[in-house]
């Protein structure tokens, strides 16, 4: 099994930055791919930015290409989002997940989820 914890949500004023971690543990030899998606009130939990573990290919949502960037540090098990420039449209609850996919594209099957973390954008 895999844990993932992820934190890092927060208040913030639109135009602001926020920076999202998750830390896997487990068996985390298992995992290929990492990503993060969201899901807003009343809305149906989409898919934000992931990377491959080893080959370091990342994927963006087009919604935030340009302001969101994922970052890993493999040596922590850990994976990051940097949001900048935020709108009131990203606020939702944020969720990290994790695949053992190791096919070279965007996973379809995401095993292990994180918590989730708040980010709120205030207008």
């Known amino acids: 099994q895999v844990q993932l914890v992820d934190s890092g949500g927060g208040w913030v004023q639109t135009g602001g930055s926020l920076r999202l971690s998750c830390v896997a543990s487990?068996?985390?030899?298992?995992?290929?791919?990492m990503g993060w998606f969201r899901q807003a009130p009343g809305q149906e939990r989409e898919f934000v930015a992931a990377?491959?573990?080893?080959?370091?290919?990342?994927y963006y949502a087009d919604s935030v290409k340009g302001r969101f960037t994922i970052s890993r540090d493999n040596a922590k098990n850990t994976v990051y989002l940097q949001m900048n420039s935020l709108k009131p449209e990203d606020t939702a609850v944020y969720y990290c997940?994790?695949?053992?996919?190791?096919?070279?594209?965007?996973?379809?099957?995401?095993?292990?989820w994180g918590q989730g973390t708040q980010v709120t954008v205030s207008s």
């Open positions: 990377t491959n573990w080893g080959s370091g290919r990342t």
């Open positions: 997940a994790a695949s053992p996919d190791s096919t070279p594209a965007l996973p379809r099957v995401w095993n292990y």
């Open positions: 487990g068996r985390t030899f298992s995992i290929y791919t």
